[in-house]
Structure formats: structure tokens, C-alpha cells
């Protein structure tokens, strides 16, 4: 099957991909980890090296909804390598997992009740642990548990889903915080959203680690922030940093989340590590 997504945006480095509407952009953001999936398990199935597991990361929030229910459902739910993938969260807010605001309730909801994935293939943030700074801690056990033996400092996702917040954060790494400059640990508390509340995230070393990192942008309200980011002029937020020294940034937009571009093409990325490395991407 082709891959769904059409490069309607005009950037030549093929990084933007704008779709007509939410459905279709979730339909293309589908397409594209089951893309990822099936191209891995293909490479497990060969090699039979390394690791017997394709690992995604998932944000939370509104936007994946819709992303994870097309991929629930046919086409991608019989042909997707439910065997073979591992899901993880990118973040959670510090609330049980019966709260209408957990990531964790989303993901249940959205993907883990409605596609056959098997139970221990889901790997949520434990947020009845006593506190989020105890959260972080042993979720970065459970990825160091799951990453064992592959090389580097950081765990390589072969594929991690972002959203991207109105004022630049992503993952729960918000504007100014400090965990933004954290440079070894995988996983770090935090505090922020609308209320601020307690977090849990990955650390930008492990999104500038991943093999693919796909942005899933969708609506009005995200114009302004995606024009900023794509065109550079964003620099200092925290999506913006985002730039994997190994790995591909795909953005995924729908119309209204793209509605500013106007055909600007995005300026070169910069290089990995906490996203602070040069322009030439020698940092
Ligand atoms: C969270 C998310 C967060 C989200 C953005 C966009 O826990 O809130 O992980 O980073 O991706 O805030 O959220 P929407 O998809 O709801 O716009």
C-alpha cells in the first residue's frame, strides 16, 4: 500500500506534510508508524539482530486520538506488527490513570483497548508511585530495562510521536524550564500545562535520539506556533530543539495548523544532544 501521505507542503527537504483535515492527518500519522513498524520488523525478521522489538513513544494530549484510532482500525489494524511493538509514553501528567487529564487513560482508550496489543507491550508511567520524582525515576528503569544492550547513552525509539503545545513546548517540556537542559537522565520531573500541574517526560537527549520523530499538529490555534518552528524564527522553544543527530523529523499538519505557512521551506535543522548544537551540526 502506498504511503497515504502527500507532500502538499513545499518543503524540498520533504520534512512538512500538509493534510486537508484532522482525519486525514491522522489517517497519514497512521500510515507512517505502521510505515516505521512494518519496515523494522521486516529488518528484525531478516537480520534477526539486535533487539526483537520495535519501540514507539507516544505523547498525550488531544491530537493522537484520532491517529490512534485510525490505527486501531482497518487498514493498518491486520497488517500492523502488533507482536512485535512496544508502546511507551513520551509524557503523563501526575494524576491517577482514571483522570480524564492521564495520558496514560488516552492511550488505554484510544489504541490499547481497541487494537490487539498485548498487555505487557504497554509501558505507562506508574503515577501511584508517592511522587513524580520517584515516577521518573523508575520509568527510566523500565527504559534502561527495555534498552538494555543498545549502544549509546540514550534509548533509540525507532519512532516517537510529538504534539506540539501554542507556546512551543512539546513532550511536557515547557518554555524556560529546566528540564530542558537536563543532559544524561532519560526521564525527568516536571511541572507545566494549563493549570500547571506535576509531569513526568522524556528529556530532549532521548527525542534527539530517536530514529524518527513525527509532529502531529492539528488546528488554527497551532498556526502562529508551527510557522515559528518550521521557519527557525523559534529557535529557543523547546519543539524547536527537537533535531535528532541520527534520525528524521517529519511534521504532519492539517490545513488549519498549516494555514500561516504561505510556502515558507524551513531552514536546515540543527544537530542533536539538548538541541543547543551549531548550525552546522557539529554540536
Ligand atoms: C501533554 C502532551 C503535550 C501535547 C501538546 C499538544 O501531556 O499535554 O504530551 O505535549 O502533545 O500539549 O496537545 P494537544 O494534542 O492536546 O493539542
Partial sequence: MADPVTHAGDDPSGRLFVLSSPEELARAAAGRLWGIARERATVLGRTGKGTKRVSLALSGGRTPRLTLAALSSEPYRDRF????????????????????????????ESLMSCAP???DHFHPV???????????????ETLRRAFRGTPGDFPRFDAILLGLG??????????????????????????????????????????????????????????RVLGE??????GELPASRVSPRRGK????????????????????RRAGGNGRGKEDGTG
Avoid: C
Fill in 81 to 108: 506488527p502488533w507482536d512485535l511493538v512496544h508502546f511507551y509514553q513520551v509524557d503523563e501528567r501526575w494524576v491517577s490513570p482514571g483522570d480524564p487529564a492521564s495520558n496514560q487513560r488516552m492511550l488505554r
Fill in 117 to 119: 496489543v498485548p498487555p
Fill in 126 to 140: 506508574d503515577t501511584s508511585l508517592p511522587d513524580p520524582r520517584e515516577g521518573a525515576r523508575r520509568y527510566e
Fill in 166 to 223: 501554542a507556546d512551543g513546548h512539546t513532550a511536557s517540556l515547557f518554555p524556560g524550564s529546566v528540564a530542558l537542559e537536563e543532559e544524561t537522565a532519560w526521564v525527568v520531573q516536571t511541572e507545566g500545562g494549563d493549570p500547571p500541574a506535576p509531569r513526568v517526560t522524556l528529556t530532549l537527549p532521548v527525542l534527539n535520539a530517536a530514529s524518527q520523530v513525527i509532529f502531529l499538529v492539528s488546528g488554527k490555534e497551532k498556526a
Fill in 229 to 234: 518552528v518550521l521557519s527557525g524564527r523559534g
Fill in 249 to 268: 523529523v517529519t511534521f504532519l499538519a492539517d490545513a488549519a495548523a498549516a494555514s500561516l505557512l504561505g510556502g515558507k521551506s524551513p531552514p536546515a
